[in-house]
T-cell receptor, first 112, second 109 residues
Framework: IAGITQAPTSQILAAGRRMTLRCTQD?????MYWYRQDLGLGLRLIHY???????GKGEVPDGYSVSRANTDDFPLTLASAVPSQTSVYFC???????????FGPGTRLTVL | GQNIDQPTEMTATEGAIVQINCTYQ??????LFWYQQHAGEAPTFLSY??LDGLEEKGRFSSFLSRSKGYSYLLLKELQMKDSASYLC??????????WGAGTKLIIKP
């Protein structure tokens, strides 16, 4: 692994289903982030984690949950998907939480 | 509220120079970032400004004026591969990035 990986690459999901988006980094970065990107809008922060064992809410956390059991992994769970959660989801990490963020390739999620 | 403004779309000619502007109003300021994002791909880091002035990195330069809440990204000797969206982001007082919607740059031969 080099950098940040995300899985799946894309997914079509029925409304009401539960879904976990996976994110793994091998850079030993302390901070990790989940964003969603929608056409015409800037990236919006869903949840973040400054270090393993801690998480925080971003701008648009409703309907999403995260965990950070170790440094490398930061999964994002949609407990009961709704069509408004159709988006491209990016995971990112940074060494200190105060500098450049490195992004994964993204997951394109469609909720029908 | 917090707000980042940048033009939605710009067009320029291969070999020319283009300036992409960004204005911001945020709760605190801990630096301004520019990212490049090609269609269907992830954003990649271009530049970081925390002090006023110009930062030059090859064909790309970024300028910051904190008193005016203003930055620009200057791209010289444009190449077709520079066709992409350019994202302006400000790190606020909580060290969270606030993102603009991005400027789509179209390069014509």
């Amino acid at each position: 692994i080099a950098g940040i990986t995300q899985a799946p690459t894309s997914q079509i999901l029925a409304a009401g289903r539960r879904m976990t988006l996976r994110c793994t980094q091998d850079m030993r970065h302390n901070a990790m982030y989940w964003y969603r990107q929608d056409l015409g809008l800037g990236l919006r922060l869903i949840h973040y984690s400054n270090t393993a064992g801690t998480t925080g809410k971003g701008e648009v956390p409703d309907g999403y949950s995260v965990s950070r059991a170790n440094t490398d992994d930061f999964p994002l769970t949609l407990a009961s998907a709704v069509p408004s959660q159709t988006s491209v989801y990016f995971c990112a990490s940074s060494d200190s939480g105060r500098g450049e963020q490195f992004f994964g390739p993204g997951t394109r999620l469609t909720v029908l | 509220g917090q707000n980042i403004d940048q033009p939605t779309e710009m067009t320029a000619t291969e070999g020319a120079i283009v300036q992409i502007n960004c204005t911001y109003q945020t709760s605190g300021f801990n630096g301004l970032f520019w990212y490049q994002q090609h269609a269907g791909e992830a954003p990649t880091f271009l530049s970081y400004n925390v002090l006023d002035g110009l930062e030059e990195k090859g064909r790309f330069s970024s300028f910051l004026s904190r008193s005016k809440g203003y930055s620009y990204l200057l791209l010289k000797e444009l190449q077709m591969k520079d066709s992409a969206s350019y994202l302006c982001a400000v790190m606020d007082s909580n060290y969270q990035l606030i993102w603009g919607a991005g400027t789509k740059l179209i390069i014509k031969p």
